[in-house]
């Protein structure tokens, strides 16, 4: 993959999808695949924001039928078998205990009906060709088994643990960037570090929109059929920019923290149920990741970070629910904040509010024919809210396209290289190696050698002077530091 700079300034294209991020490299891939000519475009990075700052699971939503929301869980079950059948070497399963603690029989009767239910909504779960990706039912372990599997589950109270399965996705950004070389293999043009600013509008109809290649500086128009905005939290804000006005569709965002400790699990992940939601503790790479906070969200999305106090309320709260993490500010190695972009239904229950997807005519709602929003929705749905908006594309555009096949093609996978990152993944920033080509800074800080000689290696790729590669080590190293900090 090359940055396709000249391509996006003078082809014309049947479909612009601004944003980058899993919703708009599903989208790509899908139109690219059809057979429509399309261009993409991502301010920053690909799968730099929400799309990596999450838990990495591919999962149903067990917590969604307290809501009664079975279509969400079903399509969410459905879209987590493709991902396994598609991308088998990026996504996998993981298992996972839910440890009871003096709850009762009403309480394990209750979970085990929503088991049932998350199993029977999950029927087609082993219709996959490798054994290995084939999910078992769950099951019920007494206290002694559940201590033997998870010596941390060790408390007095427990009275045992549901086992269930879902899946993780260890690198979602690699699977994001997967999906976006399939689409620059059939023929898109792609390019990250190039910002639209505005939109193309004539005569009420949206023709593109005027980018800005923030490496190089250069404007130019990108012009298509139809527009499809996939920026996840910011969409709204990027419309109302864009177009000088309020739309009509509004976001809810809200904040989660992820946090990486040594090794707490042998091999499960746990679902905790707190007074305030659940959290997860999930074996990832020899560490563990903590997730998630779940907090209402009203500032500039640019600027959301973890401070030190989302860390201690975290710990606190994961302190009094698993005793045996003995969690301190210490053991936390690397930690992150990411955006979920809810569709707004006016309420300020961010824990509550469905993870549903919304596929936005702003020609219909906004008098601006030709552009679409795709918003709300969740990692797992991505490929489906993709094929959706894409279906709606081929319609508004007349013309006659391929079926979708993003359920069936599987994904090429590329074994991570500094140079091929460079060369062939468009990284443009030490940090684009380091956290998004490689993962190798997302456990840590890099020893201070293996730093300097990844970094040497990437300013010799791009050709960096010694006061560059010094800048881009030191805005690596500020990924480590909490908000605020010095």
């Given amino acids: 993959m090359q940055r396709a700079l000249p391509r996006l300034a003078n082809e014309t294209f049947d479909v612009l999808v601004i944003g980058g991020g899993i919703t708009g490299a599903c989208a790509a891939r899908d139109a690219a695949l059809r057979g429509l000519s399309v261009a993409l475009v991502e301010r920053r990075d690909f799968a730099g924001a929400t799309s990596a700052h999450n838990s990495r699971l591919i999962h149903g939503g067990l917590r969604y039928l307290r809501n009664l929301e079975l279509r969400l869980v079903r399509e969410s079950l459905r879209e987590r078998r493709i991902w396994q059948r598609i991308a088998p070497a990026l996504v996998h399963p ?14 394990r009767a209750t979970l085990a009906a929503g088991l049932t239910l998350y199993d029977l909504l999950s029927f087609d779960r082993g219709w996959l060709d490798d054994p290995a990706q084939r999910l078992p039912a769950h099951s019920w372990l007494s206290a ?20 269930y399965y879902d899946a993780q996705m260890p690198s979602p950004e690699r699977l994001a960037l997967a999906c976006l070389a399939d689409a620059d293999a059939h023929g898109a043009a ?6 639209a600013e505005r939109l193309l509008i004539a005569d009420g109809k949206v023709q593109g929109a005027s980018a800005r290649d923030t490496v190089g500086g250069d404007t130019f128009d990108i012009r298509a059929r139809v527009t499809l905005v996939a920026a996840g939290p910011w969409a709204d804000i990027f419309l109302e920019h864009a177009v000088q006005r309020p739309t009509s569709h509004r976001l ?27 959290f997860f503790v999930l074996p990832w790479r020899g560490a563990t990741l903590l997730g998630t906070t779940d907090t209402a969200f009203t500032g500039d999305p640019d600027l959301v970070g973890v401070c030190d106090a989302d860390i201690e309320r ?9 005793p045996g993490a003995a969690l301190d500010r210490a053991k936390a190695s690397y930690f992150y904040a990411g955006l979920r972009p809810l569709v707004d239904d006016g309420s300020s229950d961010t824990y509550g509010a469905s993870r549903r997807s919304e596929l936005v005519d702003h020609g219909r709602s906004d008098g601006l024919d030709g552009l679409f929003s795709a918003i709300g929705g969740k990692w797992t749905t991505s490929r489906h809210l993709a094929e959706q908006a894409v279906d709606t594309l081929v319609s508004k555009l ?8 993003t359920a069936r093609r599987t994904l090429p996978v590329a074994v991570p290289d500094v140079a091929r990152a460079v060369r062939d993944e468009m990284a443009l920033t030490l940090e684009d190696v380091v956290m998004r080509r490689l993962g ?7 020893r201070a050698d293996e730093l300097d000689q990844m970094s040497r290696s ?16 030191e805005g690596l190293s500020r990924l480590y530091r909490t908000q605020g900090a010095a």
Avoid at 190 to 195: E, F, G, P, R, T
Avoid at 255 to 260: A, D, E, R
Avoid at 314 to 322: A, G, K, M, T, V
Avoid at 440 to 446: I, N, V, Y
């Fill in 94 to 107: 993981l298992p996972f205990l839910v440890p009871l603690y003096g709850a009762g029989a009403r309480a």
């Fill in 144 to 163: 002694k088994d559940a201590r033997a599997q998870e010596p941390i589950l060790d408390q007095p109270r427990l009275e045992g643990a549901f086992l």
């Fill in 190 to 195: 792609l390019a990250n570090y190039v910002a």
């Fill in 252 to 278: 809810l965002r809200s904040k989660g923290i992820h946090v990486v400790v040594p090794a707490l699990t042998k091999r499960h992940a746990l679902t905790m149920a707190t007074e305030h939601g659940h």
């Fill in 314 to 322: 975290f710990f606190e709260l994961i302190n009094r629910h698993l």
């Fill in 398 to 405: 007349g013309v006659k396209a391929r079926r979708c096949e």
């Fill in 440 to 446: 190798s800074g997302l456990l840590g800080p890099m």
């Fill in 458 to 473: 990437v300013a010799g790729e791009l050709g960096w002077d010694e006061t560059r590669r010094l800048r881009e080590v």
